[in-house]
């Protein structure tokens, strides 16, 4: 399988196999600059001489996807970050390529970047003996942004992407024709521009280890440590060589740096900036040293496509983490939200021959069911909607923005009207995402239905369909009447979309057995 990084500074192509026992085996691994980031960081556009230079590169990277026999379309992903995502004519990049490779440009948002990020390093992080008993923070300076994740005992605390990127920061020296003797002053200067908002919770743990990736880095330590940073494990970085290697190359020109360490003048251009900003982080947050690693974009992408893009019990398990820290912020009912999205999970599971849906839209259920009640936040007057807006505008981690648009419009559909085709931006979806929203939507209002007494007294389920009936029964329970009453207003959504009238029944006891003396 190959994987295909659309980067602000070059395209870089990865070709791997994986071994039957599932282990991974890198074969090839190509890189051409391209002018991408220029264009989108100084215009706001790609122009068509980049677009038709992008279009070369791919040419010659589909020729040899064809000497390896990868063809078919499962076997290969083609993705973009910021310098596609951010560029008005991205559309147009996109089709364009597709036009005359036939390859399809995926646009990724920062989430998926964290999540692929995550995957990548948590390997290495588990490999590691002592990392796991102080939070580590990810850091990656790209050519557009700065990717940061921070991990806690393996789980993700927080993740964020800053406008802070070698190539950004290059094109701001370039627009103010700064004189070579206050460059690294000015760059500084918008490090910590950058920095600075997010100087809290950088600063937030006593001890922290400091993990970084990225080429530039990778460049770095290779030039002071004298050996090669393998994918295997993290090599350690003093910062103090590293702030006389960063001054080195300050003090030399581009050509300087091209003639003495044999880059390529693009790199040549942001390597500085780069580093820069490693230095700066690594000193904000009060480190004497750097952990390096070899770990990439493309590598989390080839794992993933190694595991099918199935979503892990661990990566499961973060965003879960991550959307019970979001509902403490909205100050939801956690005891209500919590018993509604397991009889969720319940109702998900019980119902897959019903659904037809893969296991991954159980995960986004229990977030919108967790997070259903956080318009209340705002005002319990259009409490649905406000939910809505609050999901839609929310960052968590794991899910992409088409996953938090589909999570905010089940959270919309939890009560009141149904769907309409004057809802947006429900009615401009595609009518397969139409019809999941409304099947998760319609389960969830069976689950709020159900925890109506708001007691939690319903835990445990059992569905039963006898011919056009969905019977849900209740064990433990004697008197259902409060939600009986709840699923009457609730079930015509469900019934609507699943075709099947739903009743709710207690469990008939057994009569006890008369004893041998009372015979």
Known sequence: ??????????????????????????LETLSQAVHLGK???????????????????????????????ISRAEDIRV???????????RITFVDRIYVATGLSVETLDEAEVHRITYRGVQPLLKGQEGLHRIPSIIVEV???????????????????????????????????????????MILEGEIHSQLEPFTEILRKYPSVNLVTMGGDIRFAAEEILKERVTHDRLVELKLGELGRFVDEIFARTEEGLV??????????????????????IAELLGVDRLLVCNVNLREGLIRDMS????????????????????????????DHARNVAELCRQLFRQLRKEHELEDRYETLLYVAAALHESGGYINSSSLHKHSMYLIMNSSLFGL????????????????????????????????????????????LRIAIALDASRSQRIRQIECTRVRDRLVITVPYVDDLSIEQIALRRNR????????????????VKAAPAESSSQL
């Open 307 to 334: 595991e099918s893009g199935t979503w892990t019990d661990d990566f499961q398990k973060q965003i879960i983490r991550a959307t019970w820290e979001l509902a403490r912020r909205y100050d939801v009912d956690q």
């Open 39 to 69: 264009d989108t960081f100084t215009t706001a556009e790609i122009s068509r001489t980049t677009i038709e230079e992008c279009v070369s590169v791919l040419r010659s990277y589909r020729r040899k996807l064809d000497e390896y026999g």
């Open 79 to 89: 993705v973009a970050t910021s310098a596609v995502r951010e560029a008005q004519n």
């Open 142 to 184: 790209g050519g557009g942004n700065t990717e940061l994740l921070t991990i806690e005992q393996g789980n993700v605390a927080y993740s964020h992407a800053f406008r802070l990127g070698s190539l950004r920061l290059q094109q701001t020296l370039s627009l103010h024709h700064v004189p070579r003797n206050k460059i690294r």
């Open 1 to 26: 399988m190959a994987v295909i990084d659309v980067g602000a500074t070059s395209i870089r192509m990865a070709i791997a196999e994986i071994q039957a026992e599932g282990t991974i085996r890198r």
């Open 259 to 280: 003639n003495r360490f044999h880059l390529t003048f693009p790199e040549a251009e942001t390597v500085g900036a780069a580093l820069l900003a490693n230095l700066k």
């Open 492 to 507: 015509q959504f469900f019934e609507y979309i699943f075709g099947l009238d739903v009743l709710l029944r207690a469990q």
């Open 400 to 443: 992409t923005a088409d996953d938090l648009l589909l999570v905010a419009l089940v959270a919309r559909y939890h009560r009141r009207s149904l769907p309409k085709t004057t809802h947006q931006p429900y009615a401009s979806m595609d009518r397969v995402r139409r019809v999941i929203i409304s099947k998760l939507a319609a389960i």
